[in-house]
């Protein structure tokens, strides 16, 4: 019986270190980079604010040039499909200075 005790305590102690040493473990993960900050001009610190939340503002550099119908559309699903909290006079001024700067003419 007391062989037994003595088992129980060496493996309660054993754990225990098991435990703190698993703790104590740090993990590092590398983020794939972001390609760079948006272009500044009106309406940047909003789009940045409210686009980054989720992903990369890489998304919106790796999409093909448009105008304001084309950003609208993203923005509107961003918002309705993947449920962006961004208020509408911010999806305004997001969509133009989407297409002020990511514009077909740049
Ligand atoms: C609530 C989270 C969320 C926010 C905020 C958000 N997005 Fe997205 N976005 C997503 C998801 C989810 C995807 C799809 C990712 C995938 O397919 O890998 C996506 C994909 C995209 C794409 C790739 C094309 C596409 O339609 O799938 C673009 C461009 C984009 N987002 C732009 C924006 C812009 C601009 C904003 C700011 C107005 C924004 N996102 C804010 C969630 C979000």
Do not use: N
């Not at 473990?25 to 590398?30: A, G, H, P, Q």
């Amino acid at each position: 019986m007391r062989t037994l005790a003595r088992a129980l305590l060496v493996g309660a102690v054993l754990l225990s270190h098991a435990v703190v040493a698993a703790a104590a473990d740090t993990v590092t993960i590398t983020l794939p980079p972001d390609h760079g900050a948006l272009p500044p001009g009106p309406g940047m610190e909003v789009t940045q604010k409210a686009c980054q939340t989720c992903h990369s503002t890489d998304y919106i550099a790796m999409q093909p040039r448009g105008g304001e119908a084309q950003w609208r559309a993203v923005v509107t699903k961003m918002i309705k499909v993947f449920g962006a909290p961004i208020p509408d006079d911010d999806a305004r001024a997001i969509v133009e200075y989407l297409a002020r700067e990511y514009g077909p003419s740049r």
